[in-house]
């Protein structure tokens, strides 16, 4: 896309501090990091989301998220990881490209952990909720299945 700043990062037309690329992908500091080595991987092919990203570049941008994980692992021995997707702007994501977030964490860096997101359980019964999200995930792979 044209005007995205994240594509224009893929293409080289704004420097970034790039760590790890390859035909796909392509991951770099972020400008404001929560913790040490916070990198953002993104797809070098537009996809405003998750559900924009083509099937067959889901697996390649994982694939680089985890080779990422573990040499921040190497280089930084955090206690773990915070790993995360901001969809759409309700949920914090200001750039209008699919990108993972990979944060290193250590104690008493006063994060939390995704629990500590959202507080909006639903009313409804677990079986009830699983019964309209299966029926949808049915119809999806219905759908793919006959493309």
């Not at 990203?53 to 930084?76: R, Y």
């Not at 250590?106 to 639903?122: Q, R, T």
Request: hydrophobic share 35%.
């Amino acid at each position: 896309m044209e005007d995205c700043l994240f594509c224009k990062i893929a293409r080289k037309e704004i420097p970034s501090e790039v760590v790890y690329e390859d035909e796909w992908s392509l991951g770099f500091l972020d400008l404001h990091p929560l913790s040490i080595g916070h990198t953002l991987v993104i797809p070098k092919q537009h996809a405003e989301n998750i559900i924009d990203l083509p099937d067959e570049l889901v697996g390649k941008l994982f694939g680089a998220v985890k080779l990422i994980t573990e040499a921040m692992n190497n280089a930084f021995k955090p206690r773990g990881f915070t790993i995360g997707i901001n969809h759409g702007r309700i949920s914090g994501q200001l750039v209008d490209h699919l990108h993972v977030h990979i944060i290193t964490r250590y104690d008493g860096d006063n994060g939390g952990s995704i629990h500590s997101v959202v507080k909006n359980p639903p009313r409804e019964p677990l079986e009830q909720v699983r019964s309209e999200l299966k029926k949808a995930v049915d119809s999806l792979q219905s759908k793919k299945n006959k493309e």
